[in-house]
């Protein structure tokens, strides 16, 4: 009897079945089991060559799904699974009751073979236990940029102390990126950055790639901090360790809150020569860029951006007056970039998508200046709150 007629006769069997009665509804499943078991080798002479072919309707619809879900912003899946805690301890607390020592990974944005890479580590040896992770080469200025677009690879490397370090071929932020995504299978309790050769102050931050490491740490859940020293031809990283060092201590004994980082900026001086720490805020950069203009061998023009080191506004508070006057600053800085002042004055405008002939009539006519009292008022009262904020 052929399959097909063992098939027939399986139907007719069933149908004449009882539809309540359990040993007929047993009867076929086991019969629906040994059809499955026996496919494959009585049909295998039956197939032809289009059937050797791989099925790509599964591969086709995964492919669809991951294309899906990276427009939607979403991981890949099993991506989140492998990454595994992103930070250790949520509470900060003194470091003789720590049951464990503390976490720290290191980065910075000079590169793997800064000797101020290696002098944050050795500074930070003796309250934790340190992880390297860098960029290979000079990362300098690329602020909070992450490779998306392109593999990335990871090397071992050795320090000059012969310790064991990890560099990738990416910015700062892509080396803790892969830390809190779990390369190294474990979270961190603190992210420190640099010590970067060349100060980062005031608006220097908005470029710095060392900066930007530990925003990508706070993003993580993880507190961080970033430290640089004031430039100079032969540095001495003597009084930026300590500093390192202190700051280290504190924020694992006292927490950051979500959001919160620290920049650290150290003077060009010795630890005798140092007036101490300041606890600043931001100040302001007077940057004194220019467009060198060059012509290549092929008679091809070529643009460097270059120009004198920038100065500041010696502002008393600022984190520029207290570099130069031999103070290391210590400058909180917040995630939320929200301007709370313009806020309130955006609140006061009129925001409208299609606005009446009659409102652009009166608009036009109007003279230019602020005369609606509203907008007076509340020029008034922010003018008086950036006062008090100044004294």
């Known amino acids: 009897m052929t399959d097909d007629e063992r098939g027939d006769q399986k139907d007719a069997d069933r149908r004449g079945a009882d539809p309540e009665d359990p040993d007929a509804e047993a009867a076929d499943r086991q019969d629906t089991r040994q059809d499955d078991r026996r496919w494959p080798t009585d049909r295998r002479e039956n197939r032809s060559a289009a059937d050797d072919q ?7 619809a995964r492919t669809e799904r991951r294309d899906l879900d990276k427009e939607r912003g979403e991981p890949v899946a099993g991506g989140a699974a492998r990454g595994g805690p992103r930070a250790l301890r949520p509470t900060a607390r003194p470091l003789h009751d720590w049951s464990t020592r503390p976490k720290i990974l290191i980065t910075n944005d000079d590169g793997v073979e800064s000797r101020g890479l290696l002098a944050l580590k050795q500074a930070l040896d003796p309250i934790g236990d340190t992880t390297v992770v860098a960029p290979d080469t000079n990362q300098s200025a690329v602020g909070h940029q992450k490779t998306l677009m392109r593999p990335l690879r990871v ?26 995504l779990g390369f190294f299978g474990h979270g961190f309790d603190l992210v420190a950055a640099g010590i970067n050769y060349g100060a980062n102050l005031g ?9 930007s490491a530990a925003m990508e740490a706070v993003i993580n859940g993880c507190p961080g901090f970033a430290i640089s020293q004031e430039y100079y031809e032969h540095p001495d990283f003597a009084l930026a360790g300590l500093a390192a060092a202190a ?17 650290v900026n150290v003077p060009a001086v010795s630890p005798e020569e140092c007036e101490g720490f300041e606890v600043t805020r931001l100040g302001r950069r007077v940057y004194q860029d220019q467009l060198i203009e060059r012509l290549d061998p092929r008679g091809i023009p070529y643009f460097w951006i270059g120009g004198p080191p ?8 600022t984190d520029f007056h207290a570099v130069i006057n031999r103070r290391i600053a210590v400058t909180p800085i917040h995630l939320d970039l929200t301007g709370r002042s313009l806020l309130r004055r955006l609140k006061t405008w009129s925001w409208s998508l299609e606005p009446t002939a009659g409102q652009i009539s009166q608009e036009a006519s109007r003279p230019p200046g602020r005369d609606k009292p509203q907008a007076m008022a509340v020029e008034d ?6 006062g008090e904020e100044r004294r």
């Open 54 to 60: 791989p099925d790509m309707t599964r591969e086709r």
């Open 155 to 180: 090397r071992e490397r050795t320090l000059g102390d012969g310790s064991l370090a990890y560099s990738v071929d990416g910015s700062p932020t892509d080396a803790v990126s892969l830390a809190f």
């Open 203 to 211: 608006d220097d931050i908005t470029y710095s790639g060392t900066v």
């Open 247 to 263: 700051v280290a201590r504190n924020i694992l004994e006292h927490g950051l809150s979500r959001g919160e980082l620290v920049n």
């Open 310 to 317: 920038p100065s500041g506004l010696a502002v008393p508070g």
């Open 381 to 386: 009262q922010l003018t008086e709150e950036h």
